[in-house]
């Protein structure tokens, strides 16, 4: 198999050492040789950190196992391993990032509490000073603008970014911290012993890993999670399907076409047309000389269509205020991706005994804002300074010890965020004319907002006030906006 590049001091497919195998039952023998301080007592950081750097071999045993290499994951394990705690972090792909598809914009205060000043040696596209949002019709779009240069400055708001390239350049920084990078390995199952987790089942030989603790960051399919007895899996109204194209442009063209300072971006955001009438949004991102582009929309909705969501994003790329800005572009890579959006209401228990959740597979997508990617690396800095914390204190890994995490996240923008948009995703499939109706009606009141012709401006003004009542009763309106007041405000 391919190797992972540099990012790993260890062979990707390696030998496990196992000087003291686990029970091939996957419980541990209790003769079995274990931390002389028992689960959660302090360890020699020295002999951690030197573990890590021996090429070859991976141990049987850690301070805490990592599944998923993805923001989450990768957030964790930089932070533990800084700690001194002896981390594995066990990717299915082949390396970190080769799997993981995002729009995608990472926010620079989110990051920076992970590895503070990222943004000076990070692979990063362009620096977002613009953020618009569009709703579209077949041939027209509204569009609502914010720019300022406050975006153009150190440390900067947000930046474009491939995920391939950041995410391993994110898992090569948790690796010089001495954290096991273990990459084209499938986690199969969870090691279970009195009724708490202590490790991982993966298909590696001999592949069964211990640890005081185990943080799942699996992404959105959570089969894990759900094996942890902390969540049912993800339903299709609870999950959105992302499909993405990124062309190919020459920087001048792009910074042309956007009307961009040199080396600034801009993020677009549009609904309406965009995603067939279905509820979901397209959007556009900037990158040097590529474009990101694509659409989301909700799975069961897609599913009852019988829409092709490739279909679909053909036909958001013929929209003519969209192909005006990708024309002459070439395809360079297509991905899709399954999005959980279905907020706080569908989140997952986020501990058990010996188990956290976090990113993805916890729920963490503020769909409104569009934040995934900085929830996730948040909530996977907060699950790591939990464990750091109960390794220090000695005080074990179960549920009561664990609770602490869910805690962080309540004081942070995290759950509070969640838990205010709780109702968005439902409010969204209840109100479906906000995709279809909507905008199409204020294209055409803005249309003849803006013709000039033979009558009065009195006369416009009851033209339209006449066109907006024909279309939407006000009994709908104000339904719809009490319905929108109750789940987004």
């Not at 970190?96 to 598809?101: T, Y």
């Not at 194209?245 to 961009?260: G, N």
Request: charged share 25%.
């Amino acid at each position: 198999m391919k190797q992972p590049g540099n990012i790993s001091p260890i062979d990707p497919r390696g030998p496990l050492d196992t000087s003291s195998p686990p029970d091939p039952g996957g419980r541990q023998d209790p003769q079995s040789p274990r931390d002389p301080n028992g689960a959660g007592g302090p360890r020699d950081p020295s002999s951690s950190r030197d573990s890590a750097r021996n090429p070859g071999t991976v141990p049987s045993r850690f301070d805490a196992i990592v599944v998923g290499g993805g923001p989450a994951g990768l957030s964790a394990a930089y932070i533990m391993s800084g700690a001194g705690l002896n981390v594995a972090c066990l990717e299915r792909g082949d390396w970190s990032g080769s799997k993981n598809m995002m729009g995608g914009v990472i926010f620079s205060r989110p990051a920076g509490t992970v590895v503070p000043d990222f943004w000076k040696e990070a692979p990063l596209e362009r620096h977002v000073t613009r953020r618009e949002m569009w709703l579209a019709t077949a041939d027209s779009a509204i569009k609502a603008s914010f720019e300022t240069t406050d975006f153009a400055r150190e440390p900067y708001n947000s930046f474009t970014v491939y995920r391939s390239r950041f995410d391993k350049w994110l898992a090569a920084q948790a690796a010089a911290q001495g954290a096991y990078m273990v990459t084209e390995t499938l986690v199969e199952g969870l090691l279970w012993e009195g009724g708490r987790v202590i490790g991982v089942r993966t298909d590696r030989p001999q592949g069964d890993l211990e640890a005081d603790v185990v943080l799942l960051a699996e992404g959105v399919n959570s089969f894990l999670t759900e094996k942890a007895g902390l969540g049912p899996g993800p339903e299709p109204q609870s999950l959105a399907l992302a499909v993405k194209e990124v062309l190919a442009l020459p920087r001048e063209k792009i910074e042309d076409r956007f009307d961009l300072e040199t080396g600034a971006g801009a993020s677009v955001e549009i609904v309406g047309e965009t995603t067939g009438r279905l509820p979901g949004t397209g959007f556009i991102y900037t990158n040097r000389d590529t474009i990101s582009i694509g659409v989301g929309v909700l799975l069961n909705r897609l599913i009852e269509s019988d829409a092709e969501a490739y279909t679909i994003l053909e036909q958001f790329k013929q929209q003519p205020q969209v192909r005006r800005l990708i024309q002459g572009a070439s395809v360079r890579e297509y991905a899709a991706h399954l999005i959980p959006e279905g907020g706080y209401c569908k989140m997952p228990r986020l501990f058990g005994d010996g188990v956290l959740v976090a990113g993805d597979c916890a729920g963490m997508v503020n769909a409104i804002n569009s934040e995934g990617a900085n929830l996730a690396m948040l909530s996977g800095r907060m699950a790591a300074e939990t464990i750091i914390e109960c390794h220090r204190e000695g005080c074990g890994f179960d549920g009561p010890s664990l609770k602490r995490y869910r805690d962080r996240l309540e004081k942070s923008l995290v759950l509070k965020d969640l838990k205010k948009y709780e109702g968005a995703t439902p409010f969204l499939q209840k109100h479906q004319e906000i995709f279809n109706l909507y905008p199409e009606l204020l294209a055409a009141l803005a249309r003849e907002f803006f013709t000039v012709d033979d009558l009065s401006k009195a006369d416009k003004e009851r033209l339209l006030m006449r066109l907006f009542r024909s279309q939407v009763p006000v009994r709908e309106v104000l339904k719809m906006a009490y319905d929108a007041w109750r789940s987004l405000v």
